[in-house]
């Protein structure tokens, strides 16, 4: 069971916009940590889509944003294409853990 | 452009030690504005933080694991390191090295990750 918990799925038709969502608490969004979402292909490593809750690394498309609010945040991915087709993942900090975590991931689906 | 390889054994018997090590090119592992860290993914599981080290040696573990990892690194080959003690089937993973700018951030560059297989 991962702390902060994400959708197992979402799907959406090519063109259109879909958020996923990762839900935390007062332990790590609440306290004010961070976001980040990565980005996941079959049998690939992680590359990270957001950092700090809305800033995008180098190379990142402006079609892919985020946001976080209280103790939850989202990915907004506009302009779905094919090759969006992934496991998106979020990740911040507990301090009830001590521990960096991870959402469990969340299976996005062009249609 | 930084580059992560990881190396070490597909297969360690049960209640051995895990033994991985990344190597760092296109930069040094002293550049004073990373973190070197390390994560794992069960097969169809997700991530699980291990633990990360500045190249200084000050080292940030996952308690879940802390007794059982060790983490270290050497600056005159441009590597960092993973030992894990007394593994069982439930170490079986992909084990990825990464950067961080912030151990509480985001992992930036990522190796192509190892797996590792707990079986006698």
């Known amino acids: 069971q991962s702390v902060l918990t994400q959708p197992p799925s979402v799907s959406g038709a090519p063109g259109q916009r879909v958020t996923i969502s990762c839900t935390g608490s007062s332990s790590n969004f609440g306290s004010g940590y961070s976001v980040q979402w990565y980005q996941q292909l079959p049998g690939v490593a992680p590359k990270l889509l957001i950092f700090g809750n809305g800033s995008r690394p180098s190379g990142v498309p402006d079609r892919f944003s985020g946001s976080k609010f209280g103790t939850s945040a989202s990915l907004a991915i506009s302009g779905l294409q094919a090759d969006d087709e992934a496991d998106y993942l979020c990740q911040s900090y507990d301090n009830r853990l001590n521990s960096v975590i991870f959402g469990g991931g969340t299976k996005l689906s062009v249609l | ?120």
């Open chain 2, 1 to 120: 452009q930084l580059h992560l390889q990881e190396s070490g054994p597909g297969l360690v018997k049960p209640s051995e030690t895990l033994s991985l090590t990344c190597t760092v090119s296109g930069g040094s592992i002293s550049r004073s504005s990373y973190y070197w860290g390390w994560n794992r993914q069960p097969p169809g599981k997700g991530l699980e933080w291990l633990g990360s080290i500045y190249y200084s040696g000050n080292v940030y573990q996952n308690p879940s694991l802390k007794s059982r990892v060790t983490i270290s690194v050497d600056t005159s080959k441009n590597q960092f390191s993973l030992k894990l003690n007394s593994v069982t089937a439930e170490d079986t993973a992909v084990y990825y090295c990464a950067t961080e700018v912030t151990v509480t951030g985001g992992r930036d560059h990522w190796g192509q990750g190892t797996l590792v297989t707990v079986s006698s």
